[in-house]
Every structure is written in structure tokens, then in C-alpha cells.
């Protein structure tokens, strides 16, 4: 049933049960055209029309016909719940969705220039496209999805009950334009996270950043990571026993728009752990946390088989092409065999590059390199390409996402995470991760 005919049939089951001794008038679109919602992530089609030149009069007997919390004139459509200041204007869609009195104009991108760097967790939101719209609330401010941001930090205890804790540090993140020959999936900018220094010219060679002598010894416990996800940190192995450190996390509160179902962002991962420690435990991971009315703090940035995406990870297929480092075991050398070189490779879905990032098997130091049978010198690296992500949401709803990549085992051999492109989708999709179209 298209929209259009839903608003009229609240209306009439309105009328029916609230009675006219007392009335709110509004007018609702009436037409049967189809329009099609997208941008901002994409989203479904429906029967919407708000070019129609007779309108449709909505009447019941309180201020809030559809019970989405708005009442004319603030809400330009009161028999529509999708319609309202808390909306995303979904561009081509053809309809005024936040009620601003344009239609189809989002805010998409609204990067700032933090001075001093690095920034403030809200900068770097902000370097990812979660952007304060142009509609006003209740209260009279500007719809902003953005609720709080802040940094993360992970604590637990290690060796004779000692209390450890990790927090994120200025030298871990950056907000960038470029990564090597990476470029924001979306907008100007995209933010950076490292679990040693950011942008490190070789990330096999930086010392820990934590002190000397860092152990917690339940990760999962303290991250706090379950099932699955407990998992992706140890291998399979017992959940205790690994330990986390160099932890570098952007915690968000995020309101979502009334209309949304479905969050997507962008993001790629980066290690020069591969692949020395892979097929193992002891290698970094990144964590994409979600607590909300469906999540009770699980990760949403998972391979098909439901990991987090680490060195051992599907996706982790960009590193020194064949034949790779000499002298590798034969599990190791396996692994070698999907790789397709340090530039992506389109044919293949895969995006992003890792030249000039510090990840991508040229050897800078004398530190852990490999001479290969074709005579090059490397050093360990590799990365997955850019990937998207994407989670059902409840329309409305405030949810937590905690942005996290760390040191597992110990404090040695670096990665790096770039984070863009958040964006709504207003069909309900299942989630995942996939390869994303190359930007146009």
C-alpha cells in the first residue's frame, strides 16, 4: 500500500475514534505518482507524491494525528509518521521529509578544520558525514543526529589485580583527505585511527604505546566482547588470555533520523601484522560496537562467517603480490596466494590502495624485511580495501556506536583504520559487510 492511501486510512481510523468536538487540520499529498527515495545511503520506493496540487484534509481529535511527536504547522505533513523534523531529507525523492519547506535538501558532508589537530571527537563525526540537518525541533533547535561524541578507553585487570587502562591518545588519529593513494569514500575528509602513531612510515618498527609492562588478561571481559565477537579477538581460543592495549576509540550517541532503518558507513583496515601472526590469536582487530534496541553491544563490522575483521578476516587480501616474502611456512604461504597487489585490483571488487601508506610491502627499515624469490625486498602488510557496512536501526531510537581498533597480545607491529561515508537508508536492510561501488 503506498503511502498516501496509509495517511488516508489514519486519518479515517482517527476521525472514528477521537471523534471532531475538536479538530487539528492538516493537509496531506494526494496523488498517485511514484516517487523513489535515494542518496544518503540509498532507500526504497514508494507512492509518496508532494507535487500534488489537491491535497488531502487530516483531521482528529488531538494535536498529533500521526503520533510522530510533531503538530502542525511544525510538522508540514501530520498524517504521514515518516514526515517530520526529526526526518531525513532523502534527495529524489521529491518530498519535504524534514519538514525545513525544501524539498530535498540534506546536509551531506560538513567537514570542519580542527585547530589545533587532531580535533575533538565531534570533528571527527563530522570528518565521517554524521551532519546536523536543516530542520528545527520542539525545542527549537537544529535536528542533529549527532548526540555525543566522545573517546574511548578499555580497562581491566592484569597481574597481581593490577588495574589497567588504555586510552585513546592524540598521536593514534587524525582526520585526513588522503591516505597514501586512499580518498574519502564521501565529502573532503575521513577520519583515522592507529593502535601506534598515525601514519607511521613503518608501522613494524613503533613501540608500544602504553607502559612498559601493560597486561590485561580478559579482553574480552573487558572490552566488553561476547560469542562471536569474543571470538574474533582470540582465534577461538579460550576467552581469557589475550590481552588489549594501544586502544584508540571514537564512542558516538547517535539519534536516528525517523525514517531510517538502516545504517551504512565505509571504512578499511590496515596491519602490518600480516603475515607473520596470521591464522592466529595475536594479531590487532577493529571493532565497529553497537548498543540499541536490537544490539546489545555486538559488532557490525563482520565477515560472512560473522568475525571481526582482523588479519584472519576474508577481506584481509591486499598485500605483495605472488610470490610474496621468501621463506614463509606453508600455512602462511597460503594465504599469499589471494593477494592481488598494492594498488586494488577493480576486476576483482577491490578498492582502496595501500602504496604510500606504510602497509604496503616496501621495505623503509632493515626491521622484520624478507627478500622475495623475485630478488624485492618487503616487509609484512597488507589491508582489506575499502568495505561497506551496514545495520537495521529502529526508526527514532538513540543507540551507541563504539569505534575501536587495538593492539591484541601485545603493543608491537601496527594498524591503522580509515572511517567514512556514514550515512540512512529508509528500507529495513539485514546488515553486513560488502565491497562497495567505486566512488563516481
Known amino acids: 500500500m503506498g503511502r ?28 498517485g505518482g511514484t516517487g523513489s527515495s535515494s542518496g544518503g545511503g540509498g532507500g526504497d520506493s514508494g507512492t509518496r507524491d508532494a507535487g500534488a496540487d489537491v491535497p488531502t484534509l487530516v483531521t482528529c481529535g488531538h494535536p498529533d494525528c500521526d503520533g510522530d511527536g510533531y503538530a502542525v504547522p511544525a ?19 521529491n518530498i519535504d521529509d524534514d519538514c525545513d519547506g525544501k524539498v530535498d535538501d540534506p546536509v551531506l558532508h560538513c567537514e570542519t578544520v580542527p585547530s589545533p589537530a587532531p580535533g575533538t571527537p565531534t570533528d571527527f563525526a563530522r570528518a565521517a558525514d554524521l551532519c546536523a540537518q536543516n530542520s528545527k525541533t520542539n525545542a527549537g533547535t537544529v535536528f542533529d543526529p549527532l548526540v555525543h561524541a566522545a573517546w574511548g578507553q578499555v580497562s ?7 588495574l589497567w587502562t588504555s586510552q585513546t591518545k592524540p598521536e593514534q588519529i587524525a582526520i585526513v583527505s588522503s591516505f597514501g593513494g586512499d580518498m574519502p569514500r ?51 581460543a579460550a576467552a581469557g588470555g589475550v590481552n588489549v592495549q594501544d586502544w584508540a576509540e571514537l564512542a558516538l550517541d547517535v539519534k536516528i533520523p525517523s525514517n531510517v532503518q538502516t545504517v551504512d558507513f565505509d571504512f578499511s ?65 597460503a594465504a599469499i596466494q589471494a593477494c592481488v597487489g598494492t594498488a586494488g585490483d577493480a576486476s576483482q571488487m577491490i578498492y582502496g590502495t595501500l602504496a604510500g601508506t606504510g602497509y604496503d610491502g616496501a621495505a623503509v627499515s632493515a626491521n622484520d624485511t624478507a627478500i622475495a624469490q623475485n630478488g624485492s625486498e618487503y616487509i609484512y602488510g597488507g589491508g582489506t580495501g575499502w568495505l561497506t557496512a551496514k545495520f537495521p536501526v529502529t526508526r527514532g531510537e538513540t543507540l551507541q556506536m563504539r569505534i575501536v581498533l587495538m593492539d591484541t597480545f601485545d603493543g608491537l607491529k601496527d594498524s591503522a583504520l580509515l572511517f567514512d561515508a556514514l550515512r540512512w537508508e529508509k528500507a529495513m536492510e539485514m546488515g553486513g559487510v560488502g565491497r562497495p561501488q567505486p566512488n563516481q
Open 269 to 333: 583496515f590496515f596491519s602490518s601484522e600480516f603475515n607473520q601472526w596470521w591464522d592466529s590469536a595475536a594479531n590487532d582487530a577493529f571493532f565497529v560496537l553497537v548498543t540499541s534496541k536490537a544490539l546489545q553491544g555486538q559488532n557490525v563490522a563482520k565477515d560472512a562467517s560473522g568475525l571481526a575483521v582482523t588479519i584472519n578476516s576474508a577481506f584481509f587480501n591486499l598485500c605483495p603480490a605472488p610470490p610474496g616474502p621468501a621463506g614463509l611456512s606453508m600455512d602462511k604461504s
Open 156 to 162: 581491566g585487570l592484569g597481574p597481581g589485580q593490577t
Open 75 to 93: 510538522d508540514c505533513n501530520d498524517g504521514d509518521p515518516l514526515i517530520n523534523p526529526e526526518a531525513f531529507d532523502f534527495p529524489g525523492d
Open 4 to 31: 498516501t492511501a496509509w495517511a488516508g486510512l489514519v486519518a479515517a481510523a482517527c476521525l472514528l475514534a477521537c471523534g471532531s468536538s475538536k479538530s487539528n487540520e492538516a493537509f496531506a499529498p494526494d496523488g
Open 186 to 236: 564521501s565529502g573532503r575528509t575521513m577520519f583515522g585511527l592507529a593502535n601506534g602513531p598515525w601514519g607511521a612510515a613503518d608501522p613494524r618498527a613503533s613501540m608500544p604505546l602504553d607502559p612498559t609492562g601493560f597486561h590485561i588478561n580478559d579482553g574480552c571481559a573487558a572490552i566488553p566482547l561476547m560469542g562471536q565477537d569474543c571470538a574474533s579477538l582470540t582465534n577461538g
